[in-house]
């Protein structure tokens, strides 16, 4: 027993489509246009998606880096996933004597 869950083989390609256009739509209100300053948390479900995203929006592989060790360590958590990502995050800060997480920063 538990749960079941069935991923569409094309949610990565719909994903990275589209990625970008919700940004700009999203951001751009507020004078935002790069998308490299941004804070990310992004949901770890298959790493077809971490590079579509990175690909996408041109991202230095450091701004995933907590999605892609929760998905490597993990795998897909579903909601919890968020949670853990967040939390490697506040670990990698830790570890490198930040007092914050030290993302989205510098805009």
């Not at 700009?24 to 770890?44: D, M, R």
């Not at 991202?59 to 919890?80: C, D, F, I, Q, T």
Request: charged fraction near 20%; aromatic fraction near 12%.
């Amino acid at each position: 027993m538990g749960m079941e869950y069935y991923l569409s083989r094309n949610l990565p390609q719909y994903v990275s489509n589209n990625i970008k256009q919700c940004m700009v739509e999203a951001f751009t209100p507020f004078g935002i246009s790069k998308w490299e300053n941004l804070f990310y948390v992004v949901h770890p479900g298959v790493v077809a998606i971490l590079n579509g995203i990175e690909e996408k929006l041109g991202l230095n592989k450091e701004r995933l880096k907590a999605s892609r060790h929760v998905l490597s360590e993990y795998g897909n958590m579903w909601g919890p996933s968020m949670f853990f990502v967040l939390d490697e995050m506040r670990k990698m800060s830790v570890l490198e004597g930040k007092a914050t997480t030290d993302e989205g920063l510098e805009w």
